[in-house]
């Protein structure tokens, strides 16, 4: 983890002091994507049920241990990285196939989210956990009394 120092100022301006910003370090986050990334080459011929079910202990393992600080920005960072593994796992998978058919084979809408890397299965929508979706619980300001 990596504290970041950010400058905290009242509303006139004036400076009050530091604050501390706890983050992943890029080498946490860099070790994580790289065990993302070697799961999906792993399973390259794996249907995707395979995968999904690989790839969510790792993401919720990951984004629980880091919900305690302020991981929102790496986060979606890391959501995209893993997009973009995916969208070539699965343009691989269809080399003649269009960008828009293996879109609409591999990603789902749920609300109003249409990238939803899962499938529907009997009823049931199986889909990859996303580290967005994690709750991160902010650090709460003491109000000094």
Same mark, same amino acid.
């Given at each position: 983890? =990596?504290? =970041?120092?950010? @400058? $905290? ?16 370090? %890029?080498? !946490? =986050? #860099?070790?994580?994507?790289? *065990?993302? !990334?070697?799961?999906? &080459? @792993? ?9 999904? !079910? ?5 993401? #919720? ?9 302020? %991981?929102?920005?790496?986060? %979606? *960072? ?6 973009? @593994?995916? @969208? ?13 058919? =293996?879109?609409? *084979? ?7 989210? #249409?990238?939803?890397? &899962? $499938?529907?299965?009997?009823?049931? $929508? ?15 300001? %003491?109000?000094?009394?």
């Amino acid at each position: 983890m =990596v504290a =970041v120092p950010r @400058r $905290k100022s009242d509303g006139q301006g004036k400076l009050l002091g530091f604050k501390t910003v706890i983050r992943p370090s %890029s080498n !946490s =986050v #860099r070790r994580h994507y790289n *065990k993302i !990334s070697e799961t999906i &080459g @792993r399973l390259k011929a794996a249907p995707q049920e395979k995968i999904i !079910s690989e790839l969510n202990p790792i993401i #919720r393992g990951w984004c629980n241990y880091y919900k305690t600080v302020c %991981s929102q920005e790496t986060y %979606s *960072k890391v959501d995209y990285l893993t997009h973009l @593994r995916l @969208r070539r796992w699965a343009d691989r998978r269809h080399p003649n196939k269009g960008k828009y058919w =293996v879109g609409d *084979k591999y990603w789902i809408t749920i609300g109003g989210d #249409r990238w939803v890397f &899962g $499938k529907e299965y009997k009823g049931d $929508k199986i889909t990859l956990a996303r580290h967005t979706q994690t709750a991160t619980h902010a650090p709460r300001q %003491s109000s000094g009394e």
